[in-house]
């Protein structure tokens, strides 16, 4: 979703011997109203927040907000995408060096980590968990995709240099989301007497062995073997 952005008053203004008046719709950016309704959803859930506490929170009217996003819904499903989108930039910050396959695992398992320790996802999984279920087995959603176009890139980088087993690069991002997606739903249950690092080692060892080309992946085994 495209922001718009517009500077917002802080000194709304008033009519004369009136209250103060609402900001502008055209005043208000979606960066406003989203990190109202954040803070919304990490004070009360999402079931629990309206749209009436968002727009007192982000100092605007509800038809204001009303005009934007029909429901919170919508407003949360915007907002976990513009989180993802910011999740995404920075395990790419992280990616370090080596082959595509390589940084394609150090960036996924950045993923996975930042995700687990995101206090909206945590939140929404710990509160209102079935909004996501229609993501899980009906459709993929806003978020689950442009994981997949991030990791394509990776994909054909890595078929470039040798590093990537060849493969449809679309079957080979949609089967790295499904391996890696329940590490982030479902983490809090999975990591229940088992260490959560172990389960990231885990993780690490079969995106790699997923990724490598057969005559490396023969090599590697070797090599472990001695």
């Given at each position: ?70 429901d919170?819904?919508?407003m ?137 080309p ?13």
């Amino acid at each position: 979703m495209t922001c718009q952005r517009h500077t917002v008053s802080q000194h709304p203004p008033r009519e004369p011997g009136g209250p103060a008046v609402k900001a502008a719709t055209n005043r208000v950016s979606d960066e406003v109203l989203l990190r109202a309704a954040r803070e919304c959803v990490l004070a009360h859930g999402v079931r629990r927040s309206t749209l009436t506490e968002i727009a007192r929170r982000a100092g605007v009217s509800r038809m204001t907000l009303y005009r934007r996003f029909p429901d919170v819904h919508s407003m949360v499903a915007a907002l976990m995408t513009e989180e993802f989108s910011g999740t995404l930039r920075r395990a790419r910050a992280e990616e370090g060096t080596g082959t595509a396959r390589q940084r394609l695992v150090t960036v996924t398992i950045r993923c996975v980590r930042l995700l687990q320790s995101e206090p909206l996802l945590r939140r929404i999984l710990e509160t209102d968990a079935e909004m996501l279920v229609p993501y899980l087995v009906e459709r993929l959603g806003s978020t689950q995709l442009a994981a997949e176009r991030f990791a394509r890139e990776y994909l054909r980088e890595g078929h470039t240099d040798g590093s990537i087993r060849r493969s449809d690069p679309d079957t080979q991002a949609r089967t790295l989301l499904l391996i890696t997606q329940p590490f982030v739903i479902s983490a809090a249950p999975a990591s229940t007497g088992i260490d959560p690092q172990e389960l990231t080692t885990e993780l690490t060892r079969l995106l790699d062995a997923t990724l490598r080309p057969a005559e490396s992946a023969a090599e590697a085994t070797a090599e472990e073997a001695r």
